[in-house]
C-alpha cells in the first residue's frame, strides 16, 4: 500500500469516526454525560480531519528534497526583500543598503538551482519520514 493510500485512509477514518460519535451521541439513548462526552470527541475528531491536524504525525512523500529546501530558501529571501523594500519606503529612505545584501543572496541561490536539480538521482528522488 502507497504512503498516499495510507494517508488518504487516515484522513477517511478520523473523519468518519468523528462523524459516527457526533451522530452516535446525539441519537444513543445513553447517559447526558456520555452523549457529550462523545459529541465533544467526535467534533474534535471531525475538526482534526477537516483541518488535516494529522498531518504532521503521518509519513509524507517527498521528492526533490534538496531543489524544494534551496526553492524554499528563495521564496523566503523574495520576503525578505518585500520586508526591506517596504522597511525603507515607510522611512523614506533609499533602499539600496537595505535591498542589495538580499538581491546577492537571491543571486546565489539562483546559482545554485541547477547544481542542485542535477544532484537529484533515481535513487534520491523519494524519500518517506
Known sequence: MSVRTRRNLVAGLVFVSGLVLIVGGIMAPIG???QVVS???GILLYQTALLRMYDRFLPNERRFLALRAETDRLLNLVRDLNQAASAA???G??????VQPILEQMHEAVDRLPAVAADVGPARQTLVH
Open 32 to 34: 447526558i454525560r456520555l
Open 93 to 98: 529612505t533609499d533602499s539600496g543598503p537595505y
Open 89 to 91: 519606503q515607510a522611512m
Open 39 to 41: 459529541v465533544i470527541l
